[in-house]
């Protein structure tokens, strides 16, 4: 769940106040997100959401962000429009934090993700692909791969409370990925966290695609990865290739893949898993007293981490 | 928050299929609610709450919460109403749990309770005493007095974790309360967990009674003392008397306090921060690993339960 910062009715009054979009009706913290804050806000004219971004958003970040929102939204994505106050600001203060009103999405996450689904959020990530090109700021992946090796120098003292020997093995791992990372294959702006939970489906379609907040401006393909790796093992980690198969080729009925990209899909698979992997881990070892979110299992990624090394090709996610 | 249950979408349609209440247009878990997993559900007909009743809650007890529900908002109280599957049944099974679906309320629930919402909240808790005696069956209360000592049984050996000499303290603190507990006083059913966050307000006034599922017969006066430690605390744990005051002055306006049920207050006060008290000190205790409910201290009521003990009579909470 998330909902980091309360807000007081006096607080959400004013701040309404600032937006032409009615009085307040109802508001409801979201159990779903685990950076922000985020509410279901009614009004007397719709349904919208409000964000409060907590600590982990650089707020220096958040102009990029909405911008991509708006470009997208104004592409035809399904994504959150930001609703502009009457000062014409999209950002905004309210209880100590910076905040946003968003347009409300309709649709549902997939609880279990299917092939059909995986189909449909290919083709929508390759439709953010090409739909983001147009937007002309760029924002460097924080988690891309040159954040990866600090990351577990501030988890190897404590890494192997978790599994024996992860320590090492996540040294030995990171060095080989680096050391394979492609040096240029087609970039521009990626979502880079596209999970079920991001994405909402309704009448067999994609409604919404929601949470930006880690979107940068890196490779596609490794978009693409991390999506192979949110959407295409089971619960017991089982690798499904007809899954992957259908994300692949819903991708690429919009936006070829390039031979080095799909020369790369192994390795830009390790990365993913290895960043998801490396998140987790320091939450698992930094948990807060008092947090709101239990952390995630880090070694449901190393496990993905594995799967990924021992593929021979691309031929091994169906191309 | 509370979503401890997930749902997947072909339960959520085929569940929906028993209702006439149209298709899902949006289904997002809410933050709020210890107890169950609660979800704001969006159809095409309009807003829902959907709720899935977990292990705390036993399932025999669920009729009569609903029929509750039913009879006050058949009265006029803006409670949720349970909404009928075609088959006239409220509760049905889902996802492993057995659930029930309610219209949505408007309203925000005050984060700084102030006087007047003090006074509105002792109003609406006069009428929903008033309107549960047309409701024949009762439920005895399990979180009653009877209830405690065994509570503080399974806390005892490790209490003085939280605090030194706790356990002890509260031996002798909960004998007293026992020996002075009163005999009788006027009953019927009460709420008997009505916290802020379980009132909505708009504009003004009360929009919304929520979380019925602590509901019992009992003292209606008991429900009066668990509402001055919910509402007329501090963030300092002082007591504001100007809210209990203006408390009991919208009560009293609907229902009139006897004198008998006057004078326990100071004893029915203490009862109830013991039994905040008590369940706090064992889900502290006994903190499930990955639990999704971060426990309350148990201690905010240790020192509500200190001031009550420390009052002369009723006149200290303005009476």
């Known amino acids: 769940m998330a909902v980091y910062t309360e807000v007081t009715d006096e607080a959400l009054t004013a701040f309404l106040a600032l937006f032409d979009i009615g009085g307040v009706v109802a508001f409801r913290g979201i159990a779903e997100g685990v950076e922000n804050s985020n509410y279901a806000l009614k009004t007397t004219t719709g349904d919208f959401i409000l964000t409060l971004y907590e600590k982990r958003v650089d707020p220096a970040d958040l102009p990029w962000f909405l911008g991509l929102m708006e470009h997208l939204a104004a592409q ?7 609703v502009r106050a009457m000062s014409g600001a999209n950002l905004n203060p309210l209880a100590g934090r910076i905040a946003a009103i968003t347009t409300f999405l309709p649709g549902v996450w997939p609880r ?15 439709r953010f692909h090409l739909a983001g090109q147009g937007f002309a700021p760029v924002r460097e992946n924080a ?19 978790v599994m024996a020997n992860l320590g090492t093995e996540l040294s030995g791992a990171l060095q080989n990925i680096l050391r394979e990372w492609p040096k240029d294959l087609p970039s521009g702006h990626i979502h880079a966290d596209l999970f079920p939970d991001n994405v909402f489906f309704l009448d067999g379609k994609i409604s919404g695609l929601i949470d930006f907040y880690f979107a940068a401006t890196d490779f596609y393909a490794y978009d693409v990865a991390v999506c192979l790796n949110a959407w295409c093992f089971e619960r017991d980690f089982s690798f499904n290739v007809t899954k992957s198969r259908a994300l692949l080729r819903g991708y690429m009925a919009h936006r070829a893949l ?10 830009l698979a390790q990365g993913s898993a290895m ?29 993905r981490l594995r ?10 996610y169906g191309l």
């Open 275 to 303: 960043r998801f992997l490396l998140t987790r881990l320091y939450d698992w070892l930094n948990e807060a007293q008092g947090a709101l979110v239990t952390p995630k299992d880090p070694l449901d990624y190393y496990r």
């Open 258 to 267: 390039t031979a080095a990209e799909r020369a790369a899909l192994p390795v």
């Open 143 to 161: 988690l891309g791969p040159e954040g990866w090796a600090p990351l577990l120098e501030k988890c190897l003292d404590r890494a192997d409370e």
């Open 112 to 126: 279990r993700a299917t092939v059909e689904h995986c189909e449909l959020l290919g083709a929508a990530l390759a």
């Open 307 to 316: 799967f990924h090394r021992d593929v021979a090709s691309e031929a091994a």
């Open 76 to 82: 035809g994505l399904p994504c959150p429009l930001p």
